[in-house]
């Protein structure tokens, strides 16, 4: 396993393409964030530090002069937690480098370089460049998309009417459809799915992602005992 | 003392984020690599990806429902991811835009 500006200009190509819809979402959050009464450099340096459009729409509902510290913990938490069943599908490989490149490798790990480098890596592909090029690219656009909606609020006020929210379910369902590895993935995903759905009824919001990844792992490691005793 | 000026909060959000980005890393590094812990790991990426899609599709207008019917059979059809997406989202857009 590397790390190697090849591999990051690999992964800055395979999400080039993704770039017109971050863009997008960008702006749709630097609008929203006008709205909630941030100024337009605190929106844009939101989106640079954090790089994270699920947390960031999420504060923007309790945002105020002063912002409260636990909510801001509890909800940036929950709404991030995905991230920790992410990085740790990646461990069997980012295990083979070092840890200072391992923990820059994962700083602009998000939904849809990890699936694509999950998906590369599992084909053979061994350089962690993949996810973090494919970030950057993500992570530039998603600033710009910022300034573009900070500046010129209301131009893209529902993403959702052109079907673009439903781009990041139609990406995951690519990538799922590859991933399937028939029986071996039945009962773990299935488990997921349901836990997830248990979570989202009954659970407050953001929840359900880290559960049902918990418990379709959960799931994997009690109907996999055998195969280790073999 | 628990509330936060707006520049502090976004410091706080972007330490926090982090911290879940390398969480999955380190925690992993406490355990030995078994074949029984690849299988975990196998299908922790396969469960986190439908608990992302799964509610949020089953909620909500059949919009979602109909993205990931359309964009998975598109893809087992044609193995061909890039025609799967633009179809899965198109037909999403369609579908709103005929309702």
Request: hydrophobic fraction near 60%.
């Amino acid at each position: 396993m590397v790390l190697s500006w090849t591999g990051c200009l690999l992964g800055a190509q395979s999400m080039l393409r993704y770039a017109v819809f971050v863009l997008i979402f960008g702006a749709a959050f630097g609008v929203s964030a006008g709205e909630a009464g941030l100024s337009a450099w605190l929106a844009i340096a939101m989106s640079a530090l954090v790089f994270a459009g699920t947390a960031q729409m999420a504060v923007l509902e309790f945002w105020a002069p002063v912002v409260p510290l636990l909510p801001l913990v509890m909800v940036t938490f929950a709404t991030n937690a995905r991230h920790l069943p992410m990085g740790a599908s990646l461990y069997p490989w980012f295990r083979e480098m070092p840890w200072p490149k391992r923990l820059l490798a994962v700083l602009t790990l998000s939904d849809l370089n990890w699936a694509f480098s999950q998906n590369a890596f599992r084909h053979g592909e061994r350089d962690a460049g993949l996810v973090l090029g494919g970030g950057l690219v993500l992570w530039v656009t998603w600033i710009i998309g910022t300034m573009i909606g900070s500046s010129f609020g209301g131009i893209v006020k529902n993403p959702a009417a052109l079907g673009l929210d439903m781009l990041m379910m139609s990406f995951v369902t690519v990538i799922l459809t590859g991933l399937w590895e028939g029986r071996a993935s039945l009962i773990p995903w299935v488990v997921a799915g349901a836990t997830s759905l248990m979570a989202y009824t009954w659970l407050p919001e953001n929840w359900h992602v880290i559960l049902g990844a918990i418990a379709g792992g959960f799931a994997a490691w009690l109907t996999s005992a055998e195969t280790e005793d073999r | 003392m628990f509330e936060l000026t707006a520049p502090t909060a976004v410091f706080i959000m972007c330490v926090v984020t982090y911290l879940t980005r390398v969480g999955g890393l380190v925690f992993m590094s406490w355990f030995a690599i078994t074949p029984r812990i690849t299988n975990v790991l196998d299908a922790l990426a396969g469960s986190t990806m439908v608990a992302l899609i799964l509610p949020s599709a089953l909620s909500g207008d059949r919009a979602g429902v109909i993205t990931i019917a359309v964009a998975a059979t598109v893809m087992m059809v044609t193995k061909n991811a890039m025609a799967a997406m633009i179809c899965g989202v198109a037909a999403a857009a369609l579908f709103r835009a005929v309702l």
